[in-house]
């Protein structure tokens, strides 16, 4: 059974700081990874993905990959109230949309 | 280029009855993803189409049917409705394991 474990939270952090969100996963035939977000009432959006080991930048997002600990993380730089809202992180191992596992997110809050 | 649509938005059902719920993926994506979202399950998967057959399948129940059409739209039908159903519903179109989700389909069963 391939699993992707995320604390559920909520995580607060105050405006401005950094939020370092994490999320590790079972199977190790997983070959990429992504994040999403998801405001309460709304449908997740894709905000990042990585494939290879290390760190992979955009804006103020920044995904890590550390396939030997079977660990991602994703940064989020001078945290702003509209990044408040779950993160989900999903591991997927190929084939047809069954090789995509989510976790079941983390709730971010950032503190005016 | 425009996103996934779902259609309805929103839908209320009683118990017994059936639903149908629509999906168009993004222009070029051939395959479409169903989900269900409650907040004790997180996103579960129910089944994947690829040009018109269905490629992939989770682990609900057979009341849960889907079809794909030529133009890549889907739908998802859901029989004799129980209250347990009560979820978002969502779509997404996908492209090398990068799912993009639609809107979703609130569906409550009362």
């Known amino acids: 059974q391939k699993e992707v474990e995320q604390n559920s939270g909520p995580l607060s952090v105050p405006e401005g700081a950094i939020a370092s969100l994490n999320c590790t996963y079972s199977d190790r035939g997983s070959q990429s990874f992504f994040w999403y977000r998801q405001y309460s009432g709304k449908s997740p959006e894709l905000i990042m993905f990585i494939y290879s080991n290390g760190d992979k930048e955009d804006g103020r997002f920044t995904a890590q990959l550390n396939k030997a600990s079977q660990y991602v993380s994703l940064l989020i730089r001078d945290s702003q109230p509209s990044d408040s809202a779950t993160y989900l992180c999903a591991a997927y191992s190929g084939g047809g949309a069954d090789g995509l596992t989510f976790g079941k997110g983390t709730h971010l809050i950032i503190q005016p | 280029k425009a996103g996934v649509t779902q259609t309805p938005r929103y839908l209320i059902k009683t118990r017994g009855q059936q639903v149908t719920l629509s999906c168009s993926p993004i222009?070029?994506?051939?395959?479409v993803s169903w989900y269900q979202q409650t907040p004790g399950q997180g996103l579960q998967f129910l089944f994947e189409y690829f040009s018109e057959t269905q490629r992939n399948k989770g682990n609900f129940p057979g009341r849960f049917s889907g079809r794909q059409f030529s133009n890549s739209r889907s739908e998802m039908n859901v029989s004799t409705l129980e209250l347990g159903d009560s979820a978002l519903y969502l779509c997404a179109s996908s492209f090398r394991g990068e799912q993009y989700f639609g809107p979703g389909t609130r569906l409550t069963v009362t």
């Open positions: 222009s070029g994506h051939r395959s």
